[in-house]
């Protein structure tokens, strides 16, 4: 559907195609109709899908001459870059409309100037609840002549702890308004907000059949601990990337490893929320201009942020949320470019957490080794060559007369650029890390690998089965059953054997596993005890690399055998 075929003033269609903006987005589809027709909607749709559109251009529509002055819409948004963003979109979209008078206001910024914007006259107030609090409580934003009010990404203002913030403003707004929700999920709280200050709210929720940027290609790789800023570095210095995105857990780590590729010589700068924004909007405008080619960030003050032309963005550390995987790799690969994400992996346990990941993104990550310093030069030297190949202009006399000069002294021209190149590449190449060979990662049972025994304190007297065993430990652990060996069922306990280099992860993850609704506990076996002696273990064959190569179906198979060989067991006699 186009945008012309919406109830726009020319003003504003204008401004959307100014923009770029031909088709609409699913959520602009279903939500500005309805916005426009004064209903209370909630949007819930991924991020970058043009929700800020989808509010925005009912938003600046809604605005008469009558408004004047006196504020008509109240936006708010969970962080100052956010609710920057969509203050710098409003006014795009307003562009030709000159009644439209949008006003910003966030923590962290002159208060003076934000009261002095208010007061000559803002009829769209985009801000942080927060700093929107402080004016309604200093009365320089008044809120009797609201009309709408738009919570935008209303979950991640919760989760920030805007909550009283956010009742506070809503019941301080006229009865008599239009309000409109946008937010990624729906937690219970979500709905409890709608249910109190929304009437008769629609929902319009836009289903995302494949939860993962298509056009981001996705790479992992596995790194000791300690190393990951050495591995950084390597990517860095592998790939180049004109504009990356690196993202830390931490605030610390954002300073630290920010200082730590300042010193390495890349232009790199960092963004969390204990900056003062001032310097916020300075590393913001730096990167969004190129100046500066890497930002190191925390989930939050990355949130949402929309900068074109990201080539890659990098998961220093791995996100502590699934979801946020999706919002972090979604900073690249926007409007039909290429773009790719790179995760880096400590331990085995990230691991398991990055499968999860792909699982619940339905995303392919593939994991790589690390880049050799021989191939890396290798890359560099044909950019470099190709770099100079493709030169268009005609080199300076000035370059030709040194040559001729040097050529005097007796250095030829091709040792003349010979100095030349190998001083660029030993600058790109400088301080580079060095790692080992890659070795395989996985240790799986199925290579051969050395096996252990586990004991688990839960038996036949508890009536399970091997499946359950092994679909227990698969959980907790998040191995495959294939890489569980032979399991065998006693009485009151069972042996499972594991891959020896897997041994100490899975004790430490089966601490709270239930079976069956036991609770188990996990410990090594130390060997069988008197009891054991007189009882035959119920065997559980591994199904041997033929069969499993047949997939699931040879693995139930072996199941089935489980239960008619249980079947047709003899009571146990003692
Ligand atoms: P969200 O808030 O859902 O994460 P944004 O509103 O930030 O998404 O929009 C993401 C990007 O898509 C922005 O650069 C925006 O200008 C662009 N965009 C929005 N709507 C359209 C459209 N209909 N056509 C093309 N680009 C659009
Ligand atoms: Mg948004």
Not at 176 to 191: C, H
């Amino acid at each position: 559907m186009d945008f012309k075929e919406l109830d726009l003033s020319q003003e504003l269609l204008s401004a959307v195609e100014e923009l770029g903006f031909t088709e609409m987005t699913e959520i602009q589809q279903e939500s500005i109709p309805l916005i426009l027709e004064g209903k209370d909607v909630i949007g819930r749709s991924n991020t970058g899908t043009g929700k800020t559109a989808a509010f925005g251009l009912p938003a600046v529509q809604s605005i008469t001459d009558a408004d004047g002055r006196s504020a008509a819409v109240l936006i708010l948004c969970p962080t100052r870059e956010l609710a920057m963003q969509a203050y710098e979109e409003i006014r795009k979209f307003a562009k030709y409309k000159r009644s439209v008078k949008p006003c910003a206001v966030y923590g962290g910024a002159s208060m003076e100037r934000q009261i002095l914007q208010l007061k000559r006259g803002a009829n769209i107030v985009i801000g942080t609840p927060g700093r929107v609090m402080d004016h309604l409580r200093r009365r320089t934003l008044k809120t009797e002549s609201l009309r709408m009010v738009i919570l935008d990404e209303a979950d991640e203002m919760l989760n920030m702890g805007f909550r009283e913030d956010i009742e506070a403003i809503l019941s301080e707004v006229p009865e008599e308004r239009q309000t409109v929700l946008f937010s990624a999920t729906m937690p219970p709280e979500i709905m409890a907000l709608t249910k109190k200050y929304q009437r008769d709210p629609v929902l319009v929720k836009i289903k995302s059949p494949q939860k993962t940027v298509e056009s981001v290609a996705q790479f992992s790789f596995e790194v000791a601990m300690g190393r990951k800023t050495d591995a950084l570095k390597l990517l860095l210095a592998a790939y180049s990337p004109s504009s990356a995105m690196v993202f830390c857990n931490t605030k610390k780590m954002v300073d630290e490893l920010t200082e730590e590729l300042v010193k390495s010589g890349f232009r790199a700068a960092g963004l969390h929320g204990d900056m003062k924004q001032a310097q916020r909007t300075q590393v913001m405008n730096s990167f969004k201009a190129k100046s500066t080619a890497i930002l190191v960030a925390t989930d939050v003050a990355a949130r949402g942020i929309d900068v074109s032309g990201v080539d890659a963005v990098f998961n220093y550390d791995l996100p502590q949320d699934n979801e946020y995987y999706i919002h972090r790799i979604g900073r690249t690969g926007r409007a039909g470019r290429e773009g790719a994400a790179y995760t880096l992996v400590t331990g085995r346990r990230q691991l398991y957490v990055l499968k999860d990941i792909a699982r619940y993104t339905k995303a392919e990550i593939r994991e790589m080794p690390l880049p050799q310093k021989a191939e890396i030069l290798a890359m560099k030297k044909k950019a470099l060559a190709q770099e100079i190949a493709e030169v268009q202009e005609q080199p300076s006399q000035a370059a030709y007369d040194i040559l001729d000069e040097l050529e005097k002294q007796g250095i030829s021209p091709r040792e003349a650029a010979a100095r030349l190149l190998s001083g660029r590449i030993s600058a790109e190449m400088i301080s580079l890390p060095e790692f080992d060979i890659p070795r395989p990662i996985r240790k799986g049972r199925r290579d051969g690998a050395n096996t252990v025994k586990l004991d688990l304190n839960i038996g036949r007297s508890k009536r399970i089965a091997p499946n359950f065993i092994l679909g227990a430990l698969a959980d907790a652990t998040g191995m495959s059953g294939r890489d569980f060996g032979k399991i065998d069922i006693f009485d009151e306990h069972t042996t499972v054997e594991v891959p020896e280099s897997e041994c100490a992860y899975i004790l430490d993850v089966s601490d709270s596993m239930k079976i069956n609704g036991y609770p188990v506990t996990v410990k090594l076996w130390t060997g069988p005890s008197s009891k054991d002696r007189h009882q035959k273990p119920f065997k559980r064959e591994r199904p041997d690399r033929k069969r499993s190569a047949y997939g699931s179906r040879g693995r139930r198979e072996v199941y089935q055998d489980y239960t008619r060989s249980r079947k047709k067991r003899p009571k146990n006699k003692h």
